[in-house]
């Protein structure tokens, strides 16, 4: 018998980066994948783009956020790689350098939402700002994979999306 996995209910509400950098994270998803590792590199659905999530809740009613959108664009720093290990197996990712500009984002898209049940990992004073490049990658493979990734590099994030998992639906944000 295969088991499914269920799809998370989750809504999020992610910044995007712009051409550049998104192909140099594309480009560290390629060598992962090329190296046998776990990578995000083969799925290339316009869902799967390299992304900032500022908020992730089970629900979030759609919304204009068009006051965040005009702050945009803005700096922003991809840095050092790291790993959120969960048993021999971890989500790895870009560390992104929380700025002001940065946490502006976040402060005011969190105050534009409405309350809500939060991920830990984007609520307000618990967020990790990060680019994901795997999500199972084996924890032991994390030094051969640090020497595959490019350099810590400045990019733009450029614009807002939302991201429903449950309909699979990705809107443009303005």
Do not use: C, K
Request: hydrophobic share 50%.
């Amino acid at each position: 018998m295969t088991e499914t996995r269920a799809r998370p209910a989750l809504t999020s509400i992610e910044l995007l980066l712009d051409a550049e950098t998104e192909a140099l994270v594309r480009a560290d998803w390629d060598r992962l994948a090329a190296a046998g590792m776990s990578s995000l590199a083969a799925h290339r659905a316009e869902s799967n783009r390299p992304h900032i999530t500022l908020l992730a809740r089970p629900f979030l009613a759609p919304q204009s956020f068009a006051a965040v959108v005009a702050q945009l664009p803005v700096p922003v720093t991809l840095g050092e790689p790291m790993l959120f290990p969960h048993g021999d197996r971890g989500v790895l990712a870009r560390r992104v350098v929380p700025d002001a500009g940065i946490r502006r984002l976040h402060a005011a898209i969190h105050a534009a939402a409405p309350p809500g049940d939060d991920a830990p990992y984007t609520a307000p004073g618990d967020w990790t700002p990060h680019v994901t490049l795997a999500r199972r990658l084996r924890v032991d493979q994390f030094d051969d994979a640090l020497r595959l990734l490019g350099p810590v590099r400045v990019g733009t994030a450029v614009a807002l999306r939302r991201w429903d998992a449950a309909a699979a639906e990705v809107t443009a944000l303005a």
